[in-house]
């Protein structure tokens, strides 16, 4: 169960990508801006989905 922890930080690593992306573009493109700050909410929404999951799963196999 080690590895689903992993991948559910990773979740928060690419939020802070899309994140930064969208801050780097403000100027520029106004899409790709909403876009990317869609994806980084997206992604630190399936970080506590997927983390709520996991506790739920541990608890159930107690």
């Known amino acids: 169960m080690k590895i689903l922890q992993f991948f ?3 979740y ?3 939020a802070v990508l899309f994140i930064w ?3 780097s573009n403000i100027g520029e493109d106004s899409n790709r801006v909403i876009i990317s700050c869609i994806f980084g909410a997206l ?3 399936m ?3 997927r ?3 996991r506790k739920k799963f ?3 196999n107690k």
């Open 8 to 10: 559910q930080y990773i």
């Open 12 to 14: 928060l690593v690419f």
């Open 21 to 23: 992306d969208a801050i």
């Open 43 to 45: 992604a630190i929404f």
């Open 47 to 49: 970080f506590f989905f």
């Open 51 to 53: 983390k709520k999951f």
């Open 58 to 60: 541990d608890n159930k």
